[in-house]
C-alpha cells in the first residue's frame, strides 16, 4: 500500500540556506507520527512544506499526499485535498466567537449534517470548546486557544492533520490534555503528522517518530524503540 504522505528526497533552500538537506518521510494511512529535534533542525520547514506554506523556489525533492504530487502546489490547493495544517503558535481568529471560529474551518464542505456532527465531536473533544462557544477567541487562554485550532482542523473533515508543536507554551497538564485529544482523533481515523520540542511526550503518544538534526535525518524507528535509545535519551529526553 502506497503511503498517505510521502517525502522523496526533500530538500529546503531559504536562499542560500540549506535548511533542509535531503531527507525521506513517509506517513502511512491511519498512522500518527512524529518529528522530534532541536530549534532549527528545519521541523517547521518540512511541515510548512508540505502543506504548500513555503516558497515552492526553495523546494528540492518530491513530496506526495494521497497519490498525488503536491511540492509544486499552493495551500489552499493542498487544504481542499484534505491535508490540514495546525500552524505553530496557533492561529485563531481573535475577533470571532469560538463557534464562528469552528465554521471557518467547515468553510469547502456543503454537508450540513456531517459538518452539525463534527461540531458535536470537536465539542465532545473539548467541552471547554462548548462552554465559550460564544467568547471571542482571542481571550481565550492559550490551551483553549490551541484546542480551538485543533478542532477548526476537525472541522475540515480532512484525511490528514499536521501540527507544529502542539505543546508549545502550554502548562504540563494541559499538554497532556492536548496530547490525549490528539490521539483520540487518530483514533476515529484521521493520519497525523505532529513536529514536537517535548520529546518525551511525543514519544509516548505517536506510533513511530523521526529524528532530524541540522536539516537530516539522524534516526527512525518505533517511538517504543526511540524512547529506549541511549542516545536518544541523552540528547532528547534530558538523560
Ligand atoms: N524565512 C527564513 N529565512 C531564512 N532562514 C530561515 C527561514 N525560516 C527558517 N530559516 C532557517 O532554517 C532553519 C530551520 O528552521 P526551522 O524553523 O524549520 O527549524 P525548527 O526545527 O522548526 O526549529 P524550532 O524547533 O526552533 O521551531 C533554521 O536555521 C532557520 O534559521
Ligand atoms: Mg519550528
Redesign the pocket.
Known sequence: MAAMLELKNFE?Y??N?H??KGIDLYVNEGEMVTLI????????????TISGL?SPRGVRGEIWFDGKRIDKKKGNKITAMGLLHVL?GRHVFPQLTVEENLKMGSYLRRDGEGIKKDFQKVYDLFPRLLERKTQAAGTLSGGEQQMLAIGRAMMAAPKMIVL??PSLGLAPIVVKGIFEAIKEINKRGTTILF?E?NSKIALATADRGYV?Q??EIVLTDSCANLAANEEVKKAYLGG
Do not use: H, P, R
Request: hydrophobic content about 30%; overall charge negative; cysteine-free.
Open positions: 529546503y531559504y536562499g540556506i535548511a533542509v529535534g532541536a530549534n532549527g533542525a528545519g521541523k517547521t520547514t518540512t511541515l510548512q513555503t505553530e507544529d508543536e513536529v520540542q532530524m541540522t536539516g
